[in-house]
């Protein structure tokens, strides 16, 4: 499979030490369900099984470990992507429709912290938006993916930084959506994940706040009230 962009800035995880850090942050999780008392490493390790030799090849302090949920769940997105057998001949679109299924299956694992923690941990500054950006970015400038015309307009950050919002409502979409298995969320990802394609390979646009404006006045999530969407386009 060749290195596409997106690859290269964030290698593919080593699936040993995926494991290992999945295994410390799932018993991290269950212990904060389970109990009141605060997180310590060697209650993490004795849960998780393993020696705390494991935890310190990962993580600094056990307040780590919560929050690291977010960021394997990109991890798991780039694990999966690379396994996947003719992912190269993958579609934008296809490709796209990928990432936003990856994570919200990856987060739906614990969909209950997710809920709980999204607002305060992942949304704003943070290393799982900036991961995000980063995965987007990748599609929005990959050859063969989008025309290379077109790409003097996705690889601007505008662009970027209006898709990031838009996948962030889509959680916040996801988090409050109590439809059977979340159809209601899966029928959003379907056609937002169609629109984005269509302007980014097809149509062709002719400046990046064009091309995220089009992405904000079609979307049906409200991200156009959001702040930083909203200083982006303040003057337009």
Known sequence: MPV?????????????????????VESALRLRRKQEAPLTVPAVCA??????????????TV???????????LEQYRMLTAATT????????ERLASFYYILLDALGEHRAFVQATFDDRARYQSSFRTG??????????????VPGTNQLVTGLWPVHEVLTEVTFALI???????????????????????FVAELVTFRGVSSGLNLAWHIVQHDSLG?????IVGR???GT
Not at 4 to 23: V, W
Not at 63 to 73: G, I, K, T, V, W
Not at 86 to 93: A, I, Q, R, V
Request: aromatic share 14%; net charge negative; with cysteine.
């Open 223 to 227: 991200i156009g009230r959001l702040p």
């Open 232 to 234: 982006l386009f303040s």
């Open 86 to 93: 003719g992912y190269e001949d993958f579609s934008f679109e």
């Open 172 to 194: 916040r979409h996801w988090i409050r959506d109590e439809t059977e298995d979340q159809e209601a969320t899966t029928a959003l990802v379907d056609k937002l994940v169609a």
């Open 4 to 24: 596409h962009f997106f690859f290269f800035l964030c290698p593919i995880p080593d699936p040993d030490a995926f494991a290992e850090k999945k295994q410390l």
């Open 132 to 145: 995000v950006r980063s995965a987007l970015r990748g599609l929005l400038t990959e050859d063969g993916l």
């Open 63 to 73: 307040d780590e470990l919560p929050p690291a949920f977010y960021d394997l769940a």
């Open 47 to 60: 849960d998780a099984e393993v020696e705390r030799a494991v935890f310190e090849a990962h993580f600094e």
